[in-house]
């Protein structure tokens, strides 16, 4: 085994990524929070679980806009940052997908501690390229990342929906009074659901995902105590395709 690395709280994070649009850096979303998790568009399992919970959290939280759910992909050769990003926001719009140079994603999930890497017939693979049917690996932690881009959380992706938006509303608390209100909704009118009903008709979906969350809940215990939301060490090492 070699030894994991592990997310350091309060380091400083910077990277120099892109989305749909252009350029994204450490400095763009001024005065936001970032949510951000590693992984890629084919992905079958980690990925699409992490990403419904983005859509669920985001939905539920008190102060959404507060908060920029971010999707890096560690898989440049076959994401660019358009598929990317029409794969995430088919779990909600909100969602930024980052791509990037394979050397400038690297930079940035070295700074959080997430690891990844290729397979090609059970070997490592180091240089990935274009139609080659390598697999892919990662590391499955979400991260949050503070307004003066620290590391200040970490949290397992099976935590569930419903822990993880309290976990995050005790960060974001709720949305100052005048004007800032998520209930604006404006923004969001693409996708078709008032904010005002969303508490009620979402439970709709929740279906399956929020028995499993409900149940990894219960065994963190979370709610407690406000570390309960992280990992357990060996959680923070672990790899997974
Ligand atoms: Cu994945």
Redesign the pocket.
Known sequence: MIAPKQPVMGRRITFDLEDEKGKVTQDSFRDKYLLLA???SS??????T?LFEYGEVMKALKNPDAIVPVFVTIDPVNDDAKRLNSYVHFFDERIVGLAGSAQNIRALADQLGATYGYRLDGKKLDKPEKGVPYS?Y?S?LIYLISPDRRLVDVYDYQLGPEALTQALDEVLGEPAKAGGDAAGGMKHDGNMKDEGGMKHDGSMKHGGGMQDGMKHEGDMKHGDASGDGKPAPAAASGE??
Do not use: E, F, L, Q
């Not at 992905?43 to 699409?48: A, F, L, R």
């Open positions: 590693v992984g890629y992905c079958p399992d980690i990925c699409p992490t892919v990662h499955a997974a395709a």
